[in-house]
């Protein structure tokens, strides 16, 4: 079985690494996808696609909606979504990007730390599963690959 699992959330930490890391030590047929992790290149595609701006405000506007071309494409192709809430930022886009993995009725894995677990209740009560570790994910994804 081939499944399609992109990674949404926090980009401060290697929880990605460790998920590719385990899918590829389980064997395992999964593509791995997500937005672009390197923040200054996110932050900036507006400007240096489109042209620079003078407010932060339409810098950030056009950057987001480029994101987001990226993103909705990469979230309709997956099979499932796996979003991540890392506990040192506010992940607007994380919320986002779960809310709108539910929408589509993709199949939604959320993965905090417990301290995380009432701030985040509507997004968990979204999730097939929750989870706090990067292991825990690549559990599941095994688990739906066992063939018993």
Request: with cysteine; glycine share 6%; hydrophobic share 45%.
């Amino acid at each position: 079985m081939q499944l399609n699992v992109y990674l949404s959330g926090e980009i401060h930490s290697n929880w990605r690494d460790a998920i590719a890391e385990g899918v590829k030590a389980a064997g395992l047929n999964v593509t791995l996808t997500g937005p672009n992790t390197n923040h200054a290149a996110s932050d900036d595609c507006g400007d240096a696609i489109l042209g620079a701006e003078e407010s932060n405000f339409w810098k950030d506007h056009k950057a987001a909606k480029i994101n987001a071309l990226r993103t909705r494409k990469l979230i309709a192709d997956a099979d499932i979504v796996v979003v991540r809430f890392g506990d040192q930022y506010k992940q607007w886009n994380a919320a986002f990007d779960a809310g709108y993995a539910a929408a589509l009725g993709k199949s939604l894995i959320v993965q905090h730390d417990p301290a995380l677990t009432h701030p985040l209740k509507e997004v968990d009560a979204a999730a097939l599963a929750v989870c706090e570790t990067p292991q825990q994910v690549v559990e599941i994804l095994s688990y739906i690959h066992r063939d018993q």
